[in-house]
Each structure stands twice: as C-alpha cells, then as structure tokens.
C-alpha cells in the first residue's frame, strides 16, 4: 500500500446533469469558480462586470476547467444575504453570455430555487447549493423537474453564523450522516441518485481541526456511494497552515490540499487557480491510472 492506493480505488460514475452526461472518477475535473459579487472571497469584485466575468470564464475553459461555477451571493463568513432579484442580476447576464460562445458544463452556486430557477432557463446545468437544499427547500422541486445535476454541500448554521465556535463529536461521521440523509431526502423528491454529488464543506462550520479530519477522514465520505466534490481553494484554513494571510499567497496550499483530495477520493475539486490545478490532476491521474 502507498500513499496513493485510494487513487485506483476511486469509484466510477456518470454524472447525469440535465442532458448530459459527466464521466467521474476517470479523469478528475476542474469546477473553476467565478465570482459575480462584488465583495466575493479574493477577486475583490473584480469580476462583477459582467462582460469581464464572460471572458474570465471562457479563459478558465481554456485553461482546462470541465464546469465553471457561478455565484451571485458572497458566502463568506459573516457576509450578509442578498435577495433573489440581485443574485439573478448578477448571474443570469453572465450564464446567457457564456452559452452565446460555449457548452462548457455551467453550475449556478445558489441557495434560492428562484435564481436556481432562472439560471435553469438561461442555460445552467448543476445546482450547487451549500445549504445542501436546507435554505429553501422548493429548491429540490427545481431540480427534479429541470433534471439538473446537484452538489449538496454540508454547512453548520449559516453564513452569517457559521464560524461562531463550531463543535463536532465526530465532524466526519456527522458530515457523512448529514448528507447522507440530505441525497436521501432529495431523492424521495425526485431527484435521481446519478444526479447527486456530496461535497463536506471544508470551511464552512469548520474549525482548522475539522478540516483537516475531513481531508483525512475522504476516504469514509467517498464510501457513502456519491462522487465528490472538495472546495479548498484559497481557503482560511490553507492560509492557517501556510501562515499566508492573502488569500493570492495560497494556491501551492490549495495544490497540496488538491492532491491529497484526489488521492482519497474526490471526483471534482473547486478551485481558483485553473491552469495548476489541472497539471496536478494529470500528473495523478496519470501515476493512478497505472498502478
Ligand atoms: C464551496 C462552495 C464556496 C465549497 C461547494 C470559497 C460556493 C467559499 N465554497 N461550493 N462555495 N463547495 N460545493 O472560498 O467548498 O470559495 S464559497
């Protein structure tokens, strides 16, 4: 056994995201995340122009980026909530302007089923809810009937509040429960089994500690039977390690993270800087593939 006996273990999937179909566990994918808010993580509202964030898009597509993410609604610790009518303002311009020039995989990062709704509509593919569709509920309504693909996200309490002094008996068996229970209950409301992607939430109601039993403990999440999906990009906890306060500082952090996530387990990894994360995908993937 070495470090990267998982690698060949990683289950297979087909990912169902409306009429498409996504291999999973093959090649690992690259979800790039593009930020429409003007107070988002690390892009500092750079990209809030929407013609901007077209083009930032279409450039992580040629970098190699198989889906791009979109968010209109800054989660960041202690961020407010936006409403519907803003998110859709930010992000629907921008889904509209990538399809006009490519049929990249497109999924909406929303908690609301009227921006899921709309984005739907415009041409998006996946729902990434990080509510795990607990913030609102007709969410899964959306889902079922558009046939979306899903990632259901584990996050405790909500942005607002989440990293109020989170505690966990076990964060890894909790996690796993949760989503468990929440493709479960996504599932008795229509939305099929090869449609769902579970993903922990690495910073979300997490504690350094929490994180980093997370990472450890993939293995044990990837054996709930769901591919998944790891956002560790730029995150707190890499500039914790690292001792990097920008979150610019943090992507050979993030790399690290990145190839310990693949190497245990993850399918799709949620990152910012494309171009690394994609060589570091084909170096594993290529090591994997022959052992
Ligand atoms: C994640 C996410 C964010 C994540 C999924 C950030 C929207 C925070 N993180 N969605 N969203 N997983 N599925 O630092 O880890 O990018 S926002």
């Known amino acids: 056994m070495n470090t990267f006996s998982t690698m060949s273990t990683r ?5 169902n995201c409306r009429d498409r179909e996504i291999t999973l566990g093959d090649r690992s994918l690259v979800m790039g995340i593009l930020n429409t808010t003007p107070d988002s993580f690390s892009d500092g509202g750079v990209y809030f122009d929407s013609a901007a964030a077209v083009a930032h898009a279409l450039e992580m597509e040629a ?7 979109i968010g209109g609604e800054s989660t ?18 921008v889904i509209e302007g990538i399809r006009t020039q490519s049929n990249i995989a497109l999924s ?20 990434n809810d990080v509510s795990g569709f607990e913030a ?27 990293q109020n002094a989170p505690v966990y008996a076990d964060v890894v068996k909790e996690v796993g429960a949760y989503l468990a229970a929440r493709a479960a209950w996504a599932e008795q409301h229509g939305v099929a089994r090869e449609r769902i992607v579970l993903d922990p939430g690495l910073g979300f ?6 994180n980093l039993e997370l990472l450890r ?9 769901y591919p998944l999906l790891i956002g560790a990009s730029r995150k707190r906890f890499i500039g914790d390690i690292t001792g990097r306060t920008q979150p610019t500082e943090r992507t050979a952090g993030s790399l690290g993270a990145a190839a310990w996530a693949i190497a245990h387990g993850a399918h799709i990894l949620r990152v910012h ?4 994360t994609c060589d570091l995908c084909r170096m594993l993937d290529t090591l994997s593939s022959g052992e």
């Open 11 to 15: 289950k297979p999937y087909s990912w």
């Open 217 to 225: 403990g993939l293995p044990k999440l990837a054996a709930l039977g």
């Open 136 to 162: 609102d509920p007709q969410i899964v309504h959306v889902a079922a009937e558009t046939q979306a693909g899903v990632v259901l996200m584990h996050m405790k309490g909500t942005p607002r509040t989440m």
């Open 205 to 210: 109601g997490k504690t350094l500690e929490h």
């Open 108 to 127: 909406i990062d929303t908690m609301k089923a009227e921006v899921a709704a709309a984005a739907m509509a415009a041409g998006a593919d996946i729902i």
């Open 76 to 93: 960041r610790p202690g961020a407010d909530p936006v409403s519907a009518e803003e998110e859709i303002r930010r992000t629907i311009p």
């Open 273 to 276: 800087d494309v171009i690394d």
């Open 63 to 69: 970098q190699g980026a198989e889906i791009i993410d």
